[in-house]
C-alpha cells in the first residue's frame, strides 16, 4: 500500500506539491444511487414532480458542485476542468435512480474528487427535492469506478490489478 500523500515527515497535513507532474489528460467516473419509493420513482420518471424537473435540476447541482470541488475538500487543488458529464438511469425494478458523474481536465492532479463530489450532490439534489413525498430515501454505493491518466495510469473497478490498464472506449459516456 502507498503511504499518505497528504501528511508531510513530520505528520502535519499539507497541500501535495504538484508541480513537478507533467500535464496529462485525466478522466474519472464516479457512480452512485438513490433508492426511493416506486411512487416517488414514477413521479421523478415522468417529471411530473410539484417541484418541477427532478433530474434535470439534480444534473445541474451534480456540474455545479464538481466545479467547486476545492472550495469543499480541504488540501484539494483547484483545477480547471474541461468536461463535467452527469447521467441518470431510472431502474424501475430496483425502484432507484442511478447516477455517474464523468469529470475532465488536462492538469497535474486527477479529477476524482470532482466526480464524487458532482455525484454526491447530484444525488443530494434529488433527496431535497423529493423529501416532502419520502423521507426514507437512501443515497448507496457512492465509488469511483474507474481512473485515467496521470503517472499512476488507468484503473477501474474489478481489476485484479490497481495498475493495469483499461480500454480506453470502455464507460466513456
Given at each position: 500500500?502507498s503511504?499518505?500523500?497528504?501528511?508531510?515527515?513530520?505528520?502535519?497535513?499539507?497541500?501535495v506539491?504538484?508541480?513537478?507532474?507533467?500535464?496529462?489528460?485525466?478522466?474519472a467516473?464516479?457512480?452512485?444511487?438513490?433508492?426511493?419509493?416506486?411512487?416517488?420513482?414514477a413521479?421523478?420518471?415522468?417529471?411530473?414532480?410539484k417541484?418541477g424537473d427532478?433530474?434535470?435540476?439534480?444534473?445541474v447541482?451534480?456540474i455545479?458542485?464538481?466545479k467547486r470541488?476545492?472550495d469543499?475538500?480541504?488540501?484539494?487543488h483547484p483545477i480547471?476542468l474541461t468536461?463535467?458529464?452527469?447521467?441518470?438511469?431510472?431502474?424501475?425494478g430496483d425502484?432507484?435512480v442511478?447516477?455517474?458523474?464523468?469529470?475532465?481536465?488536462?492538469?497535474?492532479?486527477?479529477?476524482?474528487?470532482?466526480?464524487?463530489?458532482?455525484?454526491?450532490v447530484a444525488?443530494?439534489?434529488?433527496?431535497?427535492?423529493?423529501k416532502?413525498?419520502?423521507r426514507?430515501?437512501?443515497?448507496?454505493d457512492?465509488r469511483?469506478?474507474e481512473?485515467?491518466g496521470?503517472?499512476?495510469?488507468?484503473?477501474?473497478v474489478g481489476?485484479?490489478d490497481?495498475?493495469k490498464?483499461?480500454?480506453?472506449?470502455?464507460g466513456?459516456?
Open positions: 500500500m503511504e499518505l500523500t497528504h501528511f508531510d515527515a513530520d505528520g502535519q497535513a499539507h497541500m506539491d504538484v508541480g513537478a507532474k507533467d500535464e496529462t489528460h485525466r478522466v467516473v464516479a457512480e452512485g444511487a438513490i433508492r426511493m419509493e416506486a411512487a416517488t420513482l413521479m421523478v420518471a415522468a417529471g411530473t414532480h417541484k427532478v433530474l434535470g435540476i439534480a444534473r447541482a451534480g455545479m458542485a464538481a470541488t476545492s469543499l475538500i480541504p488540501l484539494c480547471g468536461k463535467v458529464a452527469v447521467e441518470f438511469d431510472v431502474e424501475t425502484s432507484l442511478l447516477c455517474r458523474v464523468r469529470a475532465e481536465t488536462r492538469s497535474r492532479t486527477g479529477v476524482e474528487m470532482e466526480a464524487l463530489i458532482g455525484l454526491q444525488l443530494a439534489t434529488i433527496y431535497d427535492m423529493c416532502a413525498v419520502d426514507g430515501m437512501t443515497m448507496t457512492l469511483v469506478i481512473k485515467r496521470g503517472k499512476s495510469g488507468d484503473w477501474r481489476e485484479t490497481d495498475r490498464a483499461v480500454n480506453q472506449d470502455a466513456a459516456f
